[in-house]
């Protein structure tokens, strides 16, 4: 008896389960749900085509400050963030010994120049006495040669002066432009080495210009024909809402590099009077006009059809149009600029006409019937509906081109 109710008790719930299924679907059925629509009017519009690319914003001018000769920290007045003029001061280090080593030098200078003076002495006296044939010759000679030796001595003393005094002038680094420090691995008092090692010495600063950016950005392969040097680009910062600015294509490399498994070319775009807001390292969007065209007779790309005409061998584009009586005509057209949604019609409509964004069904059923009849002949014509802004490398879409171009594909 126990297991009779169990099964009541499921069986009921089942029936319930179905009867509010059949509620809601009969309540669906009665709403009805939008249809996609089958046909659109020719309208006036403006038509702008651009190509979107993204990059990394880095300073133009990015330098690592490190010190040409061994020592310590002595004075570091900046900090991460701080602006810095150019001239003013990085940082200082350490000079107590090269001072003691330059006063040690100025010595041996003074005294190299003492004996100088003295052997000078020597040898106009020896002269003197040469002449008048009182010394031999070799004691002149002798006397000539502590001259020349004194002269040396006091070149390479002097010598070894100035290489002290140009190393003390390496101690103080300066901004060499207006900058700002971005990083600061090293504090006062640390050891650091110069550049002249074999480690290539210490970074103690970057520092870089952050009134002039550049954006390295991977272009496809496919719209890299498009652009050329100084270029203007619109580009807005993810990180900046609402922020455009206006960029110069600077640079396109001659070579094709792979990214993300995509074929491109890295393209660098100069930005300059920076807005503050702007730091390196965010992301920027950028939008390059490739065509436009202001106040044009426009279709949905959907409605533009692509055919080639097996007499002649060429592409045609056309549209169907419906006729106020409710007929169908096919109607050829000349496609210029598109873009995403819209394809201008330069010649074959006029504003305000009716086209089909669907094939009529007769045609369907015509070109079913060549197909399967042109089957065993290796297929009919490539035919192909326009559904976006064509062109090779993988562009999206099969419509036409903003150029106008966009090759066959077959389908229904």
């Known amino acids: 008896m126990k297991y009779l109710w169990i099964l009541l008790v499921v069986a009921g719930l089942g029936a319930g389960g179905y009867f509010v299924w059949r509620q809601q679907a009969t309540a669906g059925a009665a709403t009805g749900q939008p249809r996609r629509p089958t046909t659109a009017v020719v309208i006036q519009t403006n038509i702008s085509f651009a190509v979107n690319a993204a990059g990394e914003i880095i300073p133009s001018e990015q330098v690592s400050v490190r010190p040409e000769i061994n020592g310590r920290i002595e004075l570091l007045p900046v900090d991460i963030g701080d602006f810095v003029k150019k001239g003013d001061l990085l940082f200082k280090l350490d000079d107590k010994e090269l001072q003691q080593e330059r006063a040690s030098n100025l010595t041996a200078v003074e005294r190299a120049r003492l004996e100088l003076e003295k052997a000078e002495r020597d040898l106009r006296r020896a002269e003197q006495l040469l002449a008048d044939r009182l010394i031999s010759q070799e004691l002149y000679d002798d006397t000539r040669t502590a001259y020349e030796l004194a002269k040396n001595s006091l070149a390479r003393a002097e010598r070894q002066l100035a290489i002290v005094e140009e190393r003390l002038t390496k101690t103080e680094v300066r901004a060499p432009f207006d900058c700002t420090v971005l990083t600061r691995p090293v504090s006062v008092g640390q050891a650091v080495s110069g550049s002249g090692g074999v480690s290539g010495g210490t970074e103690v600063l970057t520092i870089a210009d952050l009134s002039s950016m550049i954006i390295n950005a991977h272009v496809n392969q496919a719209d890299v024909p498009r652009l050329h040097v100084n270029q203007k680009v619109e580009v807005t910062v993810e990180a900046v809402p609402g922020l455009v600015v206006t960029g110069i294509v600077e640079r396109i490399a001659p070579q094709a590099t792979i990214r993300n498994n995509i074929k491109g070319f890295a393209t660098r775009i100069l930005l300059r009077n920076v807005d503050p807001r702007i730091r390196p390292g965010m992301t920027a969007n950028i939008r ?80 079913a019937r060549l197909l399967a009849g042109q089957g065993q002949g290796g297929g009919a014509a490539g035919f192909r509906q326009g559904g976006g802004p064509g062109g090779p490398g993988g562009r999206p879409g099969g419509g036409p081109r903003p150029d106008g171009g966009g090759g066959p594909r077959q389908g229904s």
Do not use: H, W
Not at 310 to 336: A, C, I, Q, W
Not at 339 to 361: N, R
């Open 288 to 367: 390059i006009p490739v065509a436009s065209a202001s106040n044009v007779t426009a279709v949905p790309l959907s409605a533009v059809f692509t055919e080639k005409d097996p007499e002649t061998g060429k592409y045609e584009r056309f549209v169907f149009v419906r006729n106020p009586d409710g007929s169908v005509e096919k109607r050829l057209v000349k496609v210029g600029v598109s873009d995403f949604f819209y394809a201008e019609i330069q010649e074959g409509l006029s504003a305000g006409e009716v086209v089909m964004l669907e094939m009529p069904k007769e045609e369907r059923e015509r070109r």
